[in-house]
């Protein structure tokens, strides 16, 4: 059992910090931080589902941005453009499950 409410990241990490916490060779379920952004990217062969566990911020999926906050579940299609702008003065805490397994090398940026 894993306790995500205990996981913290390094006091002195950036702006992302990534922990993975599980997976095998259909899927990859990571904790991320967020202090400020996430820039505009997208999987070209993984879906992704992010859970919001503390924070909060804009996210945009497409063309839609709403505000995100603890608690809220999102789903990410493959191939779908997303960011993510943080607004809480606390670092954006989520869950991130991709599937199939990623590996960090199937993200594209898009320049915006």
């Given amino acids: 059992m894993l306790s995500l409410g205990e996981m913290n990241p390094p006091a002195d990490f950036e702006n992302i910090h990534v922990e993975r916490i599980a997976g095998d060779e259909l899927t990859s379920s990571f904790v991320i931080w967020v202090k400020t952004s996430v820039?505009?990217?997208y999987h070209a062969e993984h879906s992704e589902v992010v859970y919001i566990l503390e924070g909060s911020g804009e996210m945009t999926i497409g063309t839609e941005t709403?505000?995100?906050e603890s608690g809220?579940?999102?789903f990410i299609p493959k191939g779908t453009?997303?960011?993510v702008l943080v607004t809480s003065?606390?670092?954006l805490k989520?869950?991130?499950i991709q599937s199939p397994h990623f590996d960090g090398t199937?993200?594209?940026?898009?320049g915006q």
């Fill in 66 to 68: 709403q505000s995100i």
């Fill in 89 to 91: 003065s606390a670092p």
């Fill in 72 to 74: 809220d579940y999102l």
């Fill in 94 to 96: 989520a869950i991130s």
């Fill in 39 to 41: 820039k505009e990217h």
């Fill in 106 to 110: 199937d993200r594209v940026f898009t």
């Fill in 81 to 83: 453009k997303h960011s």
